[in-house]
């Protein structure tokens, strides 16, 4: 039996395969045959915009001989993506497989619709005549171009932000849970001035906020002008009409895009790299925590909660591994690398034309696809997992030299507002405690020994790893300004 006999197809890609359920709702907004419903929809907006002009109810046509559509005429154009269905999909295929282009597959598919709507309307109906009122004046560029920041824009808002935002939602609940819950800071692996685990968290949270702004203020943008950008076919066979208003209009007022007036062929794309610029940004700082809350785990600091029926190993049956955040990882590289190539490919293209673009935007999918997954792995690891509040104690009372910090800060202080016995505070506290355990009685027994004045002496005292975590309650607050 090969493989590739199999029926229906097998798929070659996790996100079509393994992940599908996961990655399935950008299907809607970035697979081949959304695209091509999405250019039907372009082609079809573009005729009734040059029809009805900029609202569908007072405009006036754009092209002499076409008279605004009726009603009737206008739900009989939007049908046709609102019908493209897996007949459809099939029957467009079998344009394509003799047209060997895309967009022109579509544009002959709307055709066969144009040359049927008699038998849906009646014979008074003028679209029947209207078949070169198809792609009018377009080069394939205007509707892919367009077509794609419409998936693109739908995908990021309705599939990929929420999913985010599921997860920021997630750490914004656990910061604000623990915020004032304490535990031993590593820096360069090693014990710290402690933190809490709220505090740790927020920084997340404050990181994809500002991320969330900039997705929030993102442009899309999209052009209709013509082979190389001049509009050069439409004032030659048109030129009493305002092209330049036309073609504003249409991008921006019928299609809620941001209009680009100045193109070669293709819209170029520096939208595109910004958009997955900031994702892949959001990528490496997902990465980030996923990595931090791997090591959590691996420390004690944060316990999973096993799954009934899951195996952690197939040989070491005590293991519950932390497998949704190496997945999330894993799937944050792909994607990331996927970005990062997209970001630094569509931005160029030989003079006013090549197709390297074309072939490079259909991996968008892919890029979006790896990211999902990543955040749905996140999503699942983050309600997994608890705080072991008693490994948290027990770092803390072991790490007693991380009073040191505060110690030898208080001293400076004293020597700065003249008192005697303060000199050489950093060296002092280092000889007492670099490279060693110190016990509470250390800390204590050094504390007597500085001449500091009562107040002072009663707050160090008072002082443990556990309460000694500053203002990173308060702060963690700060986490959603």
């Not at 081949?32 to 009805?52: D, K, P, Y």
């Not at 914004?172 to 535990?183: R, S």
């Not at 935007?361 to 979006?368: D, E, K, V």
Request: hydrophobic letters at 40%.
């Amino acid at each position: 039996m090969r493989l590739t006999d199999i029926k229906p197809e097998l798929a070659l890609s996790p996100l079509d395969g393994r992940y599908s359920r996961q990655t399935a709702p950008l299907v809607e907004y970035l697979s081949e045959a959304a695209l091509n419903r999405q250019r039907i929809v372009v082609e079809v907006e573009w005729m009734i915009h040059l029809a009805n002009g900029s609202h569908d109810d007072d405009g006036q046509s754009s092209i002499p001989g076409v008279q605004p559509f009726s009603q009737e005429e206008l739900d009989y154009l939007r049908k046709i993506p609102e019908d493209f269905g897996s007949d459809q999909i099939a029957e467009l295929a079998e344009i394509e497989a003799v047209t060997h282009h895309d967009v022109k597959a579509v544009e002959y598919f709307i055709d066969r619709r144009m040359e049927a709507a008699a038998d849906a309307l009646g014979t008074q109906t003028q679209l029947t005549r209207l078949k070169p009122l198809v792609h009018f004046a377009c080069t394939s560029e205007d509707i892919n171009n367009l077509s794609y920041a419409l998936c693109i824009k739908q995908a990021v808002e309705k599939v990929w932000i929420p999913q985010f935002r599921e997860v920021v939602k997630l750490l914004d609940t656990a910061a604000q849970k623990f915020a004032n819950l304490p535990m031993l800071s590593l820096t360069h692996g090693q014990p710290a001035t402690p933190t809490t685990l709220g505090k740790e968290l927020a920084v997340y949270v404050y990181r994809f906020n500002r991320q969330l702004r900039i997705l929030n203020n993102q442009e899309y943008l999209g052009k209709i002008n013509g082979a190389t950008g001049t509009f050069g076919a439409h004032t030659q066979a048109l030129p009493q009409v305002d092209w330049l208003s036309v073609s504003r209009n249409f991008v921006t007022v019928r299609l809620g895009l941001t209009w680009n007036p100045l193109t070669t062929q293709i819209e170029s794309h520096d939208w595109q790299a910004e958009l997955y610029s900031t994702i892949s940004h959001i990528n490496h700082i997902l990465h980030n925590l996923a990595v931090d809350v791997w090591m959590y785990i691996s420390r004690g600091v944060f316990a999973q909660v096993p799954v009934k029926g899951a195996t952690g190993s197939s040989t070491m049956p005590h293991k519950v591994n932390p497998i949704r955040f190496e997945n999330a990882e894993a799937n944050l590289e792909l994607s990331s690398a996927l970005f990062d190539c997209l970001s630094a490919t569509l931005t160029e293209t030989r003079w006013q034309r090549d197709l390297t673009d074309s072939t490079t935007q259909r991996n968008i999918g892919s890029a979006f696809g790896y990211s999902l997954l990543a955040l749905d792995n996140l999503a699942g690891g983050l309600n997994s997992i608890h705080p072991n509040t008693e490994v948290m104690a027990q770092e803390l009372d072991s790490n007693w030299e991380v009073l040191g910090e505060p110690i030898q800060t208080a001293m400076r202080a004293g020597a700065l507002a003249g008192r005697e016995g303060m000199d050489n505070p950093y060296e002092r506290v280092k000889e007492l405690m670099r490279g060693k355990k110190i016990s509470h009685s250390d800390v204590e027994d050094f504390i007597s020994s500085i001449n500091f004045d009562d107040q002072t002496a009663r707050r160090l005292s008072a002082l443990t790893p556990a309460s000694y975590t500053g203002l990173a309650e308060e702060i963690s607050s700060l986490r959603n300004a």
